[in-house]
């Protein structure tokens, strides 16, 4: 920590002004938040990796907050810590404790610089504008800093994720003036990573959280003023229209509302998982096996890339070739799980790791690591799709859709919603697709996503979540045709007829609103295009036939297909 040397020199000391110069802080609000019995734990790796994982468990902020200080302050090196996060355009202090007052105080909104600790002042402005840590080993030789404890060491840490600064740790020593050392320091900035992660999902789960209650508050007074409306206009042939389609529009939230609640069950588990297995394999992992481990996981994090089932068949054989050459066991299966946690070629890290004992182990809990970030950005894509309907929803009464046509790959779609499903899908349902010679469509592709989740989940539905699902595409002259084809109960012949009108459904009360069809077969009209059904027992096939382009005879020469 070379930074301690030039510490006067740099001007640091100017924040060191007499204290009363500066106002007191208001009484900030206090959280009862008390520190566990201080058990004086040894700072090794084990502390680090019991540290992260309380600091995991906690989405809510406050008690975050309150988790995080607790644990600096139950180590033997911390007598007071400060946690300083930015709020909007202003560094805050959020939280900090005392081992001597045993409590933890969560402050509303305090600027750190109103404090009445000036070295925390001054030397968090310093961290601040280098973002490297600062230690101070002993306090006396950096300008003779004193304050009312009179600290005798201080360390300070930069938080960041992804290189950007989050906040800033300033913690202090009452007793040694060398109690911060080199491996102390190393053990800390090795958790400020965990940190900076924590408050960021704390963050985006309360702004879920909030938006979710904002949607729920807007759909609830939505509809609301809607039954007025329908109770106003009862007599009226506007009723209908109207009706219609705002039902359309509820039907819609389901959709992503769904993808929210099946992402945060798949992150439950995942996280249950986790904390039951992780612990036990870091145990029987070597020190050099761990940082294979690390590699592993850094390489698992979520991509913005979609792949076909096509292009991961292909992963999975070009990974099964390199294990074969390097006489790894269980090919198949090995491949199949590196290419589902994100692993699409092996380095050294990894290749260590395959050769190992217990390796089953090892890649499902990697496994479960990279299911709880691909659920995350899942529960991100759904609350922006249903803030979208909602949108719409405010809008009921345009009858026209305002976008415009953009030209999409229908595959790439379906697989989407097939990745979406997946936690349907994996346990009993066999998936097969055949994308023959599909090229590119002209579309509303949110509407024709619609028309697949739709057809999908119909088809989940209809097999009780066991049987096969068959999707076949391919070019017909000027049009597509996508078939997907069930293996569930059949549709009876004496309804057959029906299932495309309004509000016909033969689901349990509660199920469905009988409008899913009826919106598909709109959605696919609009497009010029045809949806047609064939079903028996065991198999169920809804065919959908669309233009390439859309062109002003297509409707009238896409029933000849």
């Not at 509303?108 to 280098?130: G, K, M, Y």
């Not at 345009?398 to 990745?419: A, F, G, R």
């Not at 209809?462 to 049009?479: S, V, Y």
Request: proline share 5%; aromatic share 6%.
């Amino acid at each position: 920590m070379d930074e301690c040397n030039h510490f006067e020199s740099s001007g640091a000391t100017l924040f060191l002004s007499s204290p009363q110069d500066r106002q007191p802080p208001r009484d900030p609000f206090i959280s009862s938040g008390t520190p566990a019995t201080n058990h004086s734990p040894s700072l090794d790796f084990d502390w680090l990796l019991a540290a992260s994982q309380r600091l995991s468990q906690e989405l809510e902020l406050d008690p975050l907050l309150i988790a995080l200080i607790n644990i600096l302050l139950e180590t033997p090196v911390v007598s007071s810590a400060w946690l300083i996060v930015k709020q909007s355009s202003q560094w805050i202090i959020a939280a900090s404790g005392d081992s001597e007052s045993n409590s933890v105080e969560i402050l509303p909104s305090l600027p750190f610089d109103q404090a009445e600790n000036l070295q925390l002042i001054s030397i968090v402005n310093r961290v601040l504008h280098t973002q490297t840590p600062l230690a101070l080993n002993p306090v006396s030789s950096a300008g003779n800093l004193t304050h009312n404890h009179s600290p005798q060491s201080i360390l300070s840490l930069p938080i960041k994720l992804n290189q950007e600064l989050r906040g800033v740790l300033y913690l202090e020593n009452y007793v040694k003036p060398d109690a911060f050392t080199s491996e102390v320091q190393d053990i800390f900035n090795r958790l400020c990573p965990q940190i900076a992660i924590a408050l960021n999902n704390a963050e985006r789960y309360n702004s879920l959280n909030q938006k979710l209650a904002e949607q729920t508050q807007a759909q609830a007074q939505s509809l609301h003023q809607l039954k007025q409306t329908q109770e106003k206009l009862i007599q009226s042939d506007k009723l209908a229209d109207i009706g219609q389609k705002i039902t359309e529009i509820a039907h819609e939230i389901n959709t992503p509302l769904g993808a929210v609640d099946a992402s945060i069950q798949n992150l439950g588990h995942a996280l249950d998982y986790t904390l039951e297995h992780l612990p036990s394999l870091f145990r029987k992992l070597s020190p050099s096996q761990q940082e294979d481990f690390i590699t592993l996981l850094a390489a698992t994090y979520p991509q913005k890339i979609t792949r076909s089932f096509r292009e991961e068949r292909q992963l999975k054989r070009t990974l099964e070739k390199q294990l074969i050459d390097q006489n790894i066991e269980q090919t198949e299966t090995t491949a199949s799980m590196l290419v589902e946690i994100g692993i699409t070629e092996i380095n050294p890290p990894i290749l260590n790791l395959l050769r190992a004992s217990n390796v089953t182990e090892i890649l499902e809990t990697a496994y479960h690591l990279a299911l709880q970030s691909r659920n995350r950005e899942n529960i991100k894509i759904a609350v922006d799709k249903t803030l979208k309907i909602i949108a719409t929803l405010k809008r009921y009464v345009h009858l026209k859709h305002c976008d415009c046509m953009t030209t999409t790959q229908v595959s790439e779609d379906i697989d989407t919603i097939l990745n979406l499903y997946q936690h349907q899908l994996k346990p009993g349902i066999k998936i097969k697709t055949n994308y023959q010679d599909l090229p590119q469509i002209q579309c509303y592709p949110d509407q024709l996503h619609q028309v697949w989740t739709n057809l999908i989940q119909n088809a989940i539905q209809a097999m009780k979540n066991q049987g096969e699902l068959e999707i076949i595409g391919n070019r017909c002259h000027h049009f597509i045709r996508v078939q997907i084809t069930d293996s569930g109960c059949g549709i009876p012949a004496e309804i057959k007829e029906n299932i495309f009108e309004p509000f016909f459904t033969t689901k349990a009360i509660g199920e469905g609103t009988g409008l899913g069809l009826d919106i598909v077969r709109k959605i696919v009209e609009q497009h010029q295009g045809h949806i047609e059904v064939e079903s028996q027992p065991g198999r169920t096939s809804f065919t959908v036939c669309l233009p390439i382009e859309q062109t002003p005879h297509a409707f009238g020469s896409i029933r000849s297909i």
